[in-house]
């Protein structure tokens, strides 16, 4: 049976939350170094389809293909361990502290970050002739996107800070989704389709994702942008990470833990009883 | 076995149908907002992939990702609901009753309206700097389509009412067969790609869907949309609604418990003895 | 095991055409409605898309979604059913009688003309605003297609009603084809992969199809073509009904009996022995 | 287990080539007329693609629905005999001679002749009213096309003949490919996937395939070509059939029963002990 | 169970490093020259299809039809040797040595190497009547990219050598990951999603591939390129070679190896408790 019901599945959150925080720092770090990098280039080559095209769309339909890579090899994003981190200490789980909950989002972190700084520096390298050329087209777009997304909030004051924490919130809605979309099946395929639809929603309307943008402002500026690391962090990636936070939290792992976890009794009864399982399927 | 007869799909049909009544408020009304808030999100991004090509079928193509995404997840429709909550009652199972019936259509569309609303209020501030900024080639799209669906309506007076309750007809029809869709198979693969198909009919042919417009009309006046909210409940809203119950229930789910459900006992011999049945393909 | 090999679908495709037979009037007038009209609005989805893109062939990439979709719901066009029920007749199985089989096509056909000529007209009524509005493109198209496939024939005499009656049996041999493709497999996917590629060839090569012209032709009218039912039914629906018979019957379902099926002692040995059989693949 | 290994399907390729020897004539030709037929329709339907379009690639991505149509209704295409008739000789299966497989090689040639040059005539009528109107823009540039691949031939004189030749290898190497994609997996998804991959190779690069020539120079000529059955015949038919030979045999079937099949024992181990086997997969 | 956890990957990943060293020359050299000869048949189709659109990206995307198949017939690029044969040399594996792998290594380079050139070879004759006619649009194109690709390296001087260095960095950590990815899954439709997504990306980003390029090179300077076989060597076969090494071996096998595999006891034992493992899914 390839599908896993609403009642599995959340247990399965649980489990994978809890286990980001038994990891060692060592693993943490490595994997995420391994995710950030990869999200990193399917970034690029979202934005060169994108380009080419002249229709964003058509990146974010490509976009996935990062992320399902990732996820599927076992690599971590600290935007998911934000969504599946908290629970079990939320469920209570034996041994799970506060501590160790915010230690496996620093570790994810720094690891998301240390990969997605560095294979930005080796792609601006292959785009560039190692800096003795001018960037292609979609570099030129990556560092217009970079001023963008953060001199373009900044010039909104506190709306443009509302809007990109905003944008933060829904964007981590759809990846912690993607997460979980993985979970909902054991096939390499169910798990590409159910992570591929959420990840292309985020991409295509351009929301702001905490991970993609420790790729894409570095990339930005080794390309030209006009924004600096104060503008990164200010006017992006600290309302970003929040936003994330919370949209990954709340509107997402939680709900569903919620509604579908362990500690709503009604829920799994309901569970066994009717929402396709086997005895539904086949009675008279 | 990964496909299920049309018997076997049958009787799931009423037992998610009873599952629903039996479900407590509370889930019925978050599940409902989680699910609305991800069916608006992929409104936003069918929209936005429709006006960069120009051509409204690729925006079809697109939208069922946030169907799929929430009936994955284990979350509600009202629309949905309201073609499965009525088949228990039918069937004459023990302890449903009208009244559970109607409760289970209110909290759903209660659920879904929240949802809505909240996110059609976030994506707003998403695309306008929070209400700072003009709208996107996308928003204003949406804003002249709300108008068109209401003022447009209201240009034709009865015969525009008429349109918009057929329009709910043709569009519950085709989203009822999507939940049922999500029935026919125990794969996350098969789930969508039977969800998929009529999802993309009634958005490619700009049916009327009480969910989808509990998003786009509130996002058309933020938008700039002329309409008011009176005209988008008397002109759109609630004519779709009943055009809704009756597609879902009568076309759908009432026309395929009636051929293949319990009651009718000789579909039940035919289907033991020949559809696809394990001892039909391997008989000698 | 999901493919199914020739001896197995055959039996299961002689199966298929016994249970037709059996099958009450009024569950075969009930689901050929539901499959009429199902088609019906796939017609008016894939026109839409090929008037959008300006290429027919996205419309016929697109158009299977509903005979897929009708398929799985466990409904029957009356071209499959000219193909199959001959079958059981030819195989002497027990109760089956030429008039049994005759009254099975005439059932399935009035379902699927009541349901494509109900589904014409709800469709027309939200296209034109119940009639007080020009039709929209994709209807005009429809139009000028019904036009051409009765007039345009009848300006040829003799040579176009030939033409008519060979495309007929071209469509219906694909159509068929589509048909045991839905036996081919178990699961969803390769039921809707096996279906989708014969039924994208006979739309993406215009031949004619007696359940699809039930509402073409009829919607054409409505949408303001010059052609009589007269017309329709001399020029387009009897001959094609013809050719679809021959098609059907013949070049897919008959053809396929006669080199597959359990009249073919030899096809049973080798079939046993060498194709795909578990031993064959695990042997030394 | 879906993915047969190298050793299974190896064996798979002998079984299927000794069941093609041991056919009655009569399955073979009429197998084979069904086939031949499909794959031309096919060939029309990807034409009547590129055209619209003005991209052959289109053209080449939807052409393998005829191919995989036909394999999965267990029919032959002699292009395929050619590279596994072979193997139950080399293997020294008991019963089978020389003559045996060149009988095969010919009734599957006749057969595909036969279904070829039919539907040809019968799809010259559906484009043209029965020859009383002009070609549809497809016919025309399947009449240019053949002529091309004739006379263009003819103009370059013995460079012409050896690529013509070597058109004629590089194609059933990728055809046979496509045959043996078939037997990789036992489901209706798998194979369909492991044949479309070779074969959008070959039509898109518009290599020489025997039968697929069988139906597109006699429909060229029906459209206005200016070739003759001899140019038809010298200058492509039978080059490319001897090519098609090399190609099927030596480069794919040959070369796979080599490295792969059962008279290489050190493979036999190998396989046995490290490739995707489950012992492997779940070492600790 | 399709999907295999990052624990059994990367015992699959040991396992078959092992069977590579052990494989005997002549089935890794006629192996090689197999996959080397799909491979480049591939990039012509790839650089035909971007010619045709216009879009490369449309070439990337169709590319990896080579790569799956080649894969899913039990063949072998070098580049994937780079990453895999070390594995059980790490892992202490007996009767594993450092020679064994080198010449493991050596064999595949060589297979490949001879296989590129014969098809290229082939595809030049089919491409200008064997000599005797201009090179099509796309032969020009891929003169013209031989050219880029060496001789627009060496003007960049040592930033040029370093540039070329990196992209085959970042091209081979994408080929390892699509050869790891034929191993998440053991169905063949797992196998070629987990494959496509990294074969597209570098073939969408333009990284320099050691076995493509032993194609493209030659058939560029059959098709009219300018630069020379020495040009080649130094300005993009070695650099690309060690490049490939380097991000093969390092960023993902050995990074994989690291921390998924068996001597990181901690990640045993996480896998054993909580990675999607039934007991996780189906706890209470």
Same mark, same amino acid.
């Given at each position: 049976?390839?599908?896993?019901?609403?009642?599995?599945?959340?247990?399965?959150?649980?489990?994978?939350?809890?286990?980001?925080?038994?990891?060692?720092?060592?693993?943490?770090?490595?994997?995420?170094?391994? $995710?950030? &990098?990869?999200?990193?280039? /399917?970034?690029? =080559?979202?934005?060169? #389809?994108?380009?080419?095209? @002249?229709?964003?769309? *058509?990146?974010?339909?490509?976009?996935?293909?990062?992320?399902?890579?990732?996820?599927?090899?076992?690599?971590?994003?600290?935007?998911?361990?934000?969504?599946?981190?908290?629970?079990?200490?939320?469920?209570?789980?034996?041994?799970?502290?506060?501590?160790?909950?915010?230690?496996?989002?620093?570790?994810?972190?720094?690891?998301?970050?240390?990969?997605?700084?560095?294979?930005?520096?080796?792609?601006?390298?292959?785009?560039?002739?190692?800096?003795?050329?001018?960037?292609?087209?979609?570099?030129? $777009?990556? &560092?217009?996107?970079?001023? /963008?997304?953060? =001199?373009?909030?900044? #010039?909104?004051?506190?709306? @443009?800070?509302?809007? *990109?924490?905003?944008?933060?919130?829904?964007?981590?809605?759809?990846?912690?989704?993607?997460?979980?979309?993985?979970?909902?099946?054991?096939?390499?395929?169910?798990?590409?389709?159910?992570?591929?639809?959420?990840?292309?929603?985020?991409?295509?309307?351009?929301?702001?994702?905490?991970?993609?943008?420790?790729?894409?402002?570095?990339?930005?500026?080794?390309?030209?942008?006009?924004?600096?690391?104060?503008?990164?962090?200010?006017?992006?990636?600290?309302?970003?990470?929040?936003?994330?936070?919370?949209?990954?939290?709340?509107?997402?792992?939680?709900?569903?833990?919620?509604?579908?976890?362990?500690?709503?009794?009604?829920?799994?009864?309901?569970?066994?009883?009717?929402?396709?399982?086997?005895?539904?399927?086949?009675?008279?």
């Amino acid at each position: 049976m390839s599908y896993l019901t609403p009642r599995e599945f959340t247990n399965v959150m649980i489990d994978v939350g809890e286990a980001k925080i038994n990891m060692s720092p060592r693993d943490m770090i490595l994997r995420g170094a391994m $995710a950030g &990098a990869i999200l990193g280039i /399917a970034v690029a =080559l979202a934005v060169t #389809a994108a380009v080419q095209t @002249g229709l964003p769309i *058509v990146g974010a339909v490509i976009f996935p293909v990062g992320f399902c890579t990732l996820n599927l090899l076992g690599l971590d994003l600290v935007t998911g361990v934000f969504g599946l981190a908290p629970l079990p200490l939320i469920a209570g789980r034996k041994g799970i502290t506060l501590n160790g909950m915010l230690k496996s989002w620093g570790y994810a972190f720094l690891g998301n970050l240390i990969g997605s700084v560095a294979v930005a520096f080796l792609l601006a390298i292959a785009w560039t002739q190692a800096f003795t050329d001018v960037p292609p087209a979609a570099g030129l $777009a990556i &560092a217009k996107a970079a001023d /963008a997304r953060t =001199l373009g909030y900044e #010039a909104h004051g506190a709306a @443009g800070m509302l809007t *990109v924490f905003v944008k933060g919130i829904l964007c981590n809605w759809m990846v912690v989704t993607g997460v979980i979309g993985a979970m909902l099946s054991k096939s390499v395929g169910g798990k590409v389709i159910a992570m591929w639809m959420p990840i292309l929603i985020f991409f295509g309307l351009g929301f702001e994702h905490a991970v993609v943008n420790m790729y894409l402002f570095p990339l930005g500026m080794m390309m030209g942008g006009e924004l600096t690391v104060w503008d990164w962090l200010v006017w992006n990636e600290i309302p970003v990470t929040l936003g994330n936070i919370v949209g990954g939290l709340v509107f997402t792992a939680g709900a569903l833990y919620v509604t579908h976890g362990p500690g709503n009794s009604r829920a799994v009864v309901e569970s066994v009883k009717a929402e396709h399982n086997d005895t539904a399927t086949t009675s008279p």
